[in-house]
């Protein structure tokens, strides 16, 4: 089955969930970043949580989540639309952190102290910014503290990536649940009880089980309908005009510069890895 995810809520409309398997996406893009393990994972963690969020989307609005650690990994970067298309990259792919007590150390690759910022282009004059302080650096609470604190919808997140012994990504992905207003305490502590018996997201994707059979465990016993099913995959945007404003972007002394040094200038996306050349003639136009 091919990565995808589904959005369910309650008939009483008071529980949103979604599910994600995310596994080749993650894997696609690992690649073309060239993660070493641990940023894999890092990695693999933020593009989950962005397909998740993205699913909130709608028509054209896009999101952008960036984490910015004291760790080696510097900075993330994942963008995603309403159509579960996304792009992510890192700007060090190599933590270089041996696992700790068994496990990828993800929060030292990320760096305990740094921020979590969204934006979101929500079609609007300007786009949504926010930002808040990383929590525990694992990605998934931050999430969660993020869409608790800032958009006010105490959520809960959970996100997998696992590797097989040979270091090949094995599963990835997750879940969001969120209770959306008034509020059923009631119904908010089951749910909280059946959260903290669920299996890791990875397992049970691993044993063959789909998202919708994953929100179909966490949504036992409450009467629920499928909302949206969205396929996910890898796609970036960018486009020879894009890479042109960013070179107008550096302002005109730059500019200039790049001019008079070099021949031509190539510009790799940091995204999907493609090269775009601009010749003298190219940067002079553009220099206008
Ligand atoms: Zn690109």
Redo the contacts with the bound molecule.
Sequence with gaps: MRDHLVRVVSQDGLLRGVAADTTQLVREICHKQQTDLTASVALGRLLSGAALLGCLLKGRQRLALVIEGNGPLGRLSVETDAGGQL?GSIRNPVAGLPPKDGRFDVAGAIGRAGFLHVWKDLGLKEPYQSMVQLQTSEVAEDLAWYLTSSEQVPSSVGLGVELDSDGELAAAGGFLIQALPPGDDAQIEKMTSRLKALPPVTGMLRQGMSPAQILGRLFDGVEFRVQAEVPLLFS?P?SEKQIEQVLVGLGPAELQRLIEEQPQVEVT?E????VYRFSHEQLQALHG
Excluded: F, G, K, S
């Design positions: 792009r970036c960018c996306c995204y999907c890895r493609e």
